[in-house]
């Protein structure tokens, strides 16, 4: 007897296509992605596009089914064939790049998936400006749509030729059913936004539950951030009227619609029980412990992920002490070596983060994501962050020593990524104090406490037996400056430039008779006296680590291309930090100005020289003293 094959396992929408991009045109998209799939006879995939250039344009066969189709209509309101053709390939459909559609015809109104024809990466046309064919694999949405649409094949055609810009007149009725369905298609659509530093995830229903309670006064879903992802494709389908029960304005906010009214509660009504039969937990956020896994996808064997509620933790074994240090120094005076050789290089109790401007409290911290089950339904789970990572695993590894490493520390905003956070990073340093290392105060937050203790009510601290090391460039600008209140929770350590100590300080400049450290050393000497009056000088200096042994060697290949590539390193990487940065006010103190006015005749210069002439010809006599005689 034949049964049923197993349930099918299906990989999950990446959430964060096309960040950036926008939906633009939404009306025109949909309707002409179903315009495609009526003229083709209801197929389940479409090779739609053909190249044309660097661009796409409809592929001929479907151009003449189109025509065939829609041609009876259009051409009632005086519109030829070449002037509609010229409208399909004006479409979203062949101008925008694949992401950006992505998120729109699949995780929003879920026609179709999108894929290139010749299977390339889906990120294929982020940069250049050049488009690739597609195809369009369609979705039983598609089926719904149709059942409405047999009702009245020709004034739906010309709600579509209106919509796609034909200049064709469509009857009210028609369009605002199609509208209506529309809206229903995106139902089970969440979207993102940022409120003071957290993400807020939502869907259609979260707005209407708001103005209903509300009575009606707008909704902002602007949030603090520039709008990203599908949120963006949200903005454009409410500008549009694709949403018959909402209005939406420029500045932001969304409102009942005048169609709305009284039938919004009713409508919300139906919309929530759908959603508790298809989606099930929509109703009520739940939050799942998932352990992480490791890079290969197999649970870690050492330490321990997960805190099952049988679980006990004996404290009496966890190692006390940790602190949260702060490594600063000029740029290359070997920071993050000192972080390894020094605090921790065992992957297993350490996790490596790295702030930078767009870095948020939601990837330090962590977020609520929704997901899919084995069922194919969505869930809402909090998806813990690098900071919540390490908590768990120190608090259940008592007997392990951890560490939370943030690099460049001030190139992200770093109160607004820490957030309430922040009050932990306050230790006991006193045995009379309680635990020595564990934090001093701690904080409420039922997520992060579900998945550390599994318990949403316990009290979050930081373990005594993790540390948290950050670094941090003292001459970087336009980076976000760290207030005293911050700083004075580190355990602030200088590492000091010695160049001396620095394995490749005895090599030889290229084919130079100059070594790396007279040369470290005789520039940083003039850094500071050419700046004596700027608080931030010795923050220009050249660290010891600032370039590597293999920017010192020198090539003698046969192969001009390569031995260019490798003798370039250290002029463009020293010689242009010393003209753009170091000395950018006063280039006279060090390079000879009189006869090179470019960075490009210094660099040119420098290479096509040999020996020393290098330096003696750029520079001004006596920069490097008697070495660079």
Not at 71 to 93: M, R
Request: proline residues 3%; negative net charge.
């Amino acid at each position: 007897m034949i049964r049923p094959q197993p349930l099918k396992q299906y990989s999950d929408i990446d959430l964060k296509l096309a960040i950036k991009s926008s939906f633009p045109n939404a009306k025109a998209t949909l309707a002409l992605l179903i315009m495609l799939w009526k003229a083709s006879e209801r197929p389940s995939e479409i090779n739609y596009s053909q190249a044309d250039g660097g661009k796409i344009i409809v592929s001929d066969d479907l151009k003449e089914k189109l025509i065939q189709k829609y041609s009876p209509v259009y051409s009632t309101s005086a519109v030829s064939d070449d002037s509609f053709v010229t409208t399909v390939n004006g479409n979203q459909l062949f101008k925008s790049q694949l992401e950006p559609l992505l998120v729109g015809i699949e995780l929003v109104w879920r026609i179709a998936r999108l894929k290139f024809a010749d299977g390339r990466q889906q990120g294929a046309e982020r940069t250049g400006g050049e488009r690739f064919p597609k195809i369009l694999a369609y979705t039983c949405n598609m089926d719904v749509i149709d059942a409405v649409l047999t009702s009245d094949e020709d004034d739906y055609a010309k709600v579509f030729l209106k919509w796609i810009g034909c200049g064709v007149t469509a009857d009210n009725e028609f369009e605002n059913t199609l509208v209506r369905l529309l809206a229903c298609l995106a139902e089970s659509s969440f979207y993102r936004l940022e409120d003071g530093g957290k993400e807020v995830i939502f869907n259609p229903n979260s707005l209407y539950l708001t103005l209903l309670a509300s009575e009606g006064s707008p909704v902002d879903i602007n949030g603090d951030v520039e709008a990203k992802g599908s949120l963006r494709t949200l903005k454009s389908a409410l500008s549009e009227g694709l949403n018959p029960y909402l209005s939406y304005s420029n500045g932001g906010s969304v409102s009942v619609s005048s169609l709305g009214g009284e039938s919004l509660r009713a409508y919300q009504s139906r919309v929530d029980n759908y959603l508790h039969i298809n989606v099930g937990t929509l109703q009520g956020v739940k939050h799942l412990v998932v352990a992480p896994e490791s890079e290969n996808g197999d649970r870690a064997s050492e330490v321990e992920d997960e805190t099952p509620p049988f679980r006990r933790i004996d404290e009496a074994t966890r190692i006390t002490g940790g602190a949260n240090y702060l490594l600063y120094g000029v740029p290359g005076s070997g920071k993050s070596h000192t972080v390894k050789t020094e605090y921790c290089d065992d992957e297993e109790r350490m996790e490596r983060v790295v702030f930078h401007p767009d870095y948020t409290y939601s990837d330090f911290v962590g977020q609520i994501m929704p997901k899919l089950d084995e069922e194919r339904r969505v869930y809402y789970d909090f998806s813990p962050g690098p900071f919540t990572r390490m908590l768990k695993k120190s608090y259940t590894n008592p007997g392990k020593e951890f560490f939370l490493v943030i690099e460049e520390l001030n190139r992200g905003n770093a109160p607004a990524i820490f957030g309430e956070v922040f009050q932990l990073l306050d230790r006991k340093e006193r045995a009379d104090e309680g635990t020595v290392g564990e934090s001093s105060y701690g904080i409420t937050n039922a997520y992060v406490a579900e998945i550390v203790y599994n318990d949403a009510e316990h009290q979050v601290l930081v373990p005594s037996n993790l540390n948290i090391v950050a670094t941090m460039n003292t001459s970087d600008q336009n980076v976000f400056t760290l207030d005293t209140a911050f700083q004075r929770r580190w355990r602030m350590r200088m590492i000091e430039n010695n160049i001396s100590a620095a394995i490749h300080a005895k090599k030889n400049i290229l084919d130079t008779s100059v070594t790396w450290e007279q040369f470290n050393t005789a520039i940083n000497r003039l850094i500071l006296e050419a700046n004596s009056r700027l608080s931030s000088s010795e923050d220009k200096r050249l660290g010891a680590y600032f370039v590597t042994s293999l920017d010192l060697e020198l090539s003698t290949s046969s192969d001009a291309k390569e031995a260019d590539k490798q003798n370039s390193r250290f002029p463009e990487k020293v010689l242009k930090y010393l003209w753009d940065d170091a000395f950018k006010f006063s280039r006279e103190v060090i390079f000879d100005i009189d006869n090179y006015q470019s960075l490009e005749e210094v660099i040119r210069t420098f290479k096509t020289s040999s020996g020393n002439e290098r330096f003696n010809k750029i520079f001004k006599e006596g920069v490097l003293g008697d070495i660079g005689d």
